[in-house]
Nanobody
Framework: QVKLVESGGGLVQAGGSLRLSCAAS????????MSWVRQAPGKQRVVVAA???????LYADSVKGRFTISRDNGKKTVYLQMNSLKPEDTAVYYC???????????????WGQGAQVTVSS
């Protein structure tokens, strides 16, 4: 069983930056694909960035060039660096884990509790 805990959310002005962190415990972290999934009010969850166990990264078109996902297997932590934030990036951001990297949120087995990111205009 993998437990995931996010941190680093908050309120930021448009154009600003935030970095989210997700600390994992239990399981073999290095073997899991990890992702960041966001859910805006009234909308479905969307994978915005994913990273395979080998370090291959995938991004949703809406965040390409602005967000960067990375992982530190020694620290069992995955990060999401978010730059040039826009009001439409406002959402709850979840960290998720699965075997085999995918941009499909329904394929992720383990989820954190979520971190609120609010971008003001």
């Amino acid at each position: 069983q993998v437990k995931l805990v996010e941190s680093g959310g908050g309120l930021v002005q448009a154009g600003g930056s935030l970095r989210l962190s997700c600390a994992a415990s239990g399981g073999t972290f290095s073997g899991y694909a990890m992702s960041w999934v966001r859910q805006a009010p009234g909308k479905q969850r969307v994978v915005v960035a994913a990273i395979s166990s080998g370090g291959t990264t995938l991004y949703a078109d809406s965040v390409k060039g602005r967000f960067t996902i990375s992982r530190d297997n020694g620290k069992k932590t995955v990060y999401l660096q978010m730059n040039s934030l826009k009001p439409e990036d406002t959402a709850v951001y979840y960290c998720a884990a699965t075997m085999g990297v995918t941009m499909r949120s329904d394929r992720y087995n383990y989820w954190g509790q979520g971190a609120q990111v609010t971008v003001s205009s």
